[in-house]
């Protein structure tokens, strides 16, 4: 069963940050190729949300808060699924509980991401909305999307 955990950068412990950027390291710059300082500043900020099946670390995201980066949104961002434990919906469990985070962190704020394109509709099936053409980051194509605050009638 995939349990969650959530840390601030000071809570996460040293082999639990190496795993971290491990699973970083393997997803964005070996598997897609893109060639970027992989550990930025914005980790010393965010929250890391690990997903844990047994001890093993199986999927990731961190959430970013409002206005650190994108101007009324708050974001997630380096969303992965280890190799192993793909096939499993572990990315859209992961997702569904970086929402539910945000939403309970962060009530007002829309969920702002940066999503690969072959994505989209994964992401369409959570709720985010397209918003923007789609552009080149790292050398993979990348469209913005929102996930707006659903408000009761």
């Not at 970086?98 to 072959?118: G, K, L, M, R, V």
Request: glycine share 6%; charged share 15%; aromatic share 14%.
């Amino acid at each position: 069963m995939l349990t969650f955990q959530l840390n601030s950068l000071p809570q996460l412990s040293s082999q639990a940050l190496y795993g971290i950027f491990k699973a970083r390291c393997d997803v964005f710059v070996v598997e897609q190729h893109c060639a970027y300082p992989e550990i930025d500043d914005t980790d010393l900020v965010c929250w890391h949300l690990q997903g844990f099946i047994d001890d093993n670390l199986a999927c990731y995201a961190r959430i970013i808060p409002p206005d650190y980066h994108y101007l009324g949104y708050v974001a997630i961002g380096r969303v992965l699924t280890v190799g192993d434990f793909r096939g499993h919906h572990y990315g859209r469990d992961l997702m569904q509980k970086a929402i539910e985070i945000c939403q309970q962190y962060y009530p007002s704020q829309p969920i702002f991401i940066a999503a690969q394109t072959y994505l989209i509709h994964f992401y369409q099936a959570l709720g985010f909305c397209i918003q923007g053409d789609c552009y080149l980051e790292d050398g993979i194509e990348h469209v913005n999307m929102i996930w707006e605050v659903k408000h009761d009638a």
